[in-house]
């Protein structure tokens, strides 16, 4: 079985210019999970998505972020005019069942590297 | 709100030695509580939770961890580590029923020297 695959692994992009991540759920998994880490931190929930639906995005910021998960293909995060300090690593997870009964074992993938110059 | 406290960001071991990975968290909720281990250009792997029940917690790779409520800490052990086991490891907490969502310390750099 394939894990959780995110694509670019590592992506650079020009102030102001859109960055999109994709990721690919294990197979058998319908929820996903994105997370960001800063560097010299910890991660930090950003969206958990069903398929068409976001479920929680508390931790994403107001603006220039969106996340989606459609019917068919990989749940994206899209990030409009990036600036430096959205330079980070974005990780995906996803798991089989849904957050009320999720004991927390998520399975993430290896992350997508931004850099903002 | 919950939040997670790694007290220590690096540990230098000599391999075979013992290590302790200290994590303290906050939360006025119950909470479900995990070891997550993260190598070099590598997404996270879980080593270890605890749920319920034994507040001793075996993991993979010959790790565990503690749970103590009163104390509200999970520090993670391994008797004798070898150099494999060089990575950053997280300490996670979760509310109940909110799995997905995890409140992440800010990492333990291990480093296991020959």
């Known amino acids: 079985n394939a894990g959780v695959m995110q694509n670019p692994r590592h992506l650079v992009r020009r102030r102001g210019q859109e960055a999109r991540l994709r990721c690919s759920p294990m197979?058998?998994?319908?929820?996903v999970y994105w997370y960001r880490q800063l560097p010299e931190e910890g991660l930090k929930f950003m969206v958990y998505?069903?398929?068409?639906?976001?479920?929680?995005e508390s931790g994403m910021p107001k603006e220039r972020f969106s996340a989606e998960f459609p019917k068919e293909g990989p749940s994206i995060l899209r990030i409009q005019q990036v600036v430096r300090g959205d330079s980070a690593a974005y990780f995906c997870?996803?798991?089989?069942?849904?957050?009320?009964?999720?004991?927390?074992?998520?399975?993430f993938g290896e992350g997508s590297r931004l850099t903002v110059l | 709100a919950q939040s997670v406290t790694q007290l220590d960001s690096q540990v230098p071991v000599f391999e075979e030695a013992p290590v302790e990975l200290r994590c303290n968290y906050s939360?006025?909720?119950?909470?479900?509580l995990f070891w997550y281990v993260q190598y070099p250009n590598q997404g996270l792997q879980l080593l270890l939770k605890?749920?319920?029940?034994?507040?001793l917690v075996k993991g993979i790779n010959g790790f565990e961890a503690e749970f103590n409520k009163s104390q509200t800490s999970f520090h993670l052990r391994k008797p004798s580590v070898h150099i494999s086991d060089t990575a950053e490891y997280f300490c996670?907490?979760?509310?109940?029923?909110?799995?997905?969502?995890?409140?992440f310390g800010q990492g333990t750099e291990l480093s296991v020297k020959p």
């Open positions: 605890y749920l319920s029940g034994s507040t």
């Open positions: 998505l069903q398929k068409e639906n976001i479920i929680d």
């Open positions: 996670a907490v979760s509310e109940r029923y909110q799995g997905g969502k995890l409140i």
């Open positions: 197979k058998g998994h319908s929820h």
């Open positions: 997870a996803s798991s089989r069942q849904g957050a009320q009964a999720n004991t927390g074992e998520l399975f």
């Open positions: 939360s006025s909720v119950s909470v479900y």
